[in-house]
């Protein structure tokens, strides 16, 4: 088997920047330190093995362009966190466990089958009319406090703009809308985060996911 050797340092350095960003952005790593650091090793592991953080519990293929929903943090994060109180490896957890009001059970994975993740690629890459009317595909919420949009199942937790919690977000649009808009408007598949430009951002200003993370919305 191959053996990676990372430095504790390394492990230190990682776990104090996803710490930090988690906060930043309304999200909390998992109070057992660690655990949750030796989960920070796991990634840095993946890092080297294949050039990106691959999600230590799950099995990557390898090829980024494969994986790129499994690269943590994982497409299904949120989604796990709001229904389950904690992401699949557990290196996210919500504000209930992390105060101790709750604990983190198993979780059932999210992942579709390789076949079906094809498909919906496929569906996703077919051309669309330019400034023709787009149905919105998941619903768009709005903190009622400072105006932050994003598309996701369910509200965040936490703004991660005012840090307004849950309560204060409403349905801005709701699924089936159907919209024309004058430039491409992008969404964060990690977290919900939506943009209008004719480029997504190289970076989600509130997850910190990389560009080939977000997706055409409308």
């Not at 497409?75 to 996210?92: H, P, T, W």
């Not at 703004?159 to 801005?172: L, N, S, T, W």
Request: charged share 35%; hydrophobic share 30%; aromatic share 8%.
């Amino acid at each position: 088997m191959e053996k990676t050797e990372i430095s504790d340092k390394a492990v230190d350095a990682l776990y104090q920047r996803l710490n930090r960003e988690a906060e930043e952005g309304g999200y909390h790593l998992n109070p057992d330190v660690s655990f949750t650091k030796d989960l920070v090793r796991s990634l840095l592991i993946n890092e080297k093995r294949y050039g990106y953080w691959a999600c230590p519990c799950r099995l990557a293929s390898g090829v980024k362009e494969d994986d790129l929903d499994i690269i943590c943090p994982c497409d299904y994060r949120d989604a796990d966190v709001v229904e389950y109180g904690s992401c699949y490896c557990a290196l996210y957890v919500s504000t209930e466990i992390l105060e101790g009001k709750k604990v983190a059970g198993s979780i059932p994975e999210r992942r579709l089958p390789e076949q079906e993740r094809k498909r919906l690629k496929e569906e996703a890459s077919k051309p669309k009319t330019r400034g023709a009317a787009q149905p919105v595909s998941l619903p768009v919420w709005r903190c009622k406090v400072c105006g932050y949009l994003c598309a996701r199942d369910g509200p965040p937790e936490i703004c991660p703009v005012c840090k307004a919690k849950k309560d204060r977000f409403e349905k801005f649009i709701d699924v089936g809308a159907a919209f024309s808009v004058p430039l491409p408007v992008w969404r964060c598949k990690v977290c919900g985060y939506l943009c209008a430009r004719n480029e997504p951002p190289e970076i989600c200003p509130i997850c910190k996911a990389k560009k080939d993370r977000f997706e055409k919305f409308m």
